[in-house]
């Protein structure tokens, strides 16, 4: 008896290959999940957030095959300072040292009466 143009064994050699994929797909699925919560324990480690136990079992279901992007502890760590840098308010104030005010000031001028110009086509008051 033939399943969709298939042999019988045909269709059964295709059901078990299905639940093969199906098994990869779940466990790659599990460890990306282990991996996520690993990310958030160490987040509520660093951050001092109580622990989830959700989280806590997911871990141990994955084992001890679960590894966090070096990138993402990286960023959990704190060891980027250059973007933190630029993005602090002292990491702003000197790029404000480095600035030429009168350019500066040219700048904001001429954006002003660019704005003025604009407004005064539009508005038939001013």
Not at 108 to 121: D, G, H, I, L, P
């Amino acid at each position: 008896m033939s399943h969709d143009g298939m042999s019988r064994e045909e269709y059964e050699e295709y059901q078990k290959q299905m639940v093969e994929e199906k098994m990869e797909r779940d466990a790659e699925y599990s460890t990306r999940k282990a991996e996520r919560a690993c990310l958030r324990t160490c987040l509520r480690e660093k951050y001092r957030i109580p622990k989830s136990e959700q989280d806590e079992i997911m871990i141990q279901q994955a084992g001890d095959d679960i590894d966090v992007p070096e990138e993402l502890i990286k960023m959990v760590d704190g060891e980027v300072p250059q973007e933190e840098e630029k993005e602090s308010i002292m990491g702003q104030m000197q790029n404000l040292q480095n600035m030429d005010m009168d350019q500066l000031k040219e700048k904001a001028q001429a954006t002003f009466v660019e704005m003025k110009s604009k407004a005064e086509e539009k508005c038939t008051l001013m």
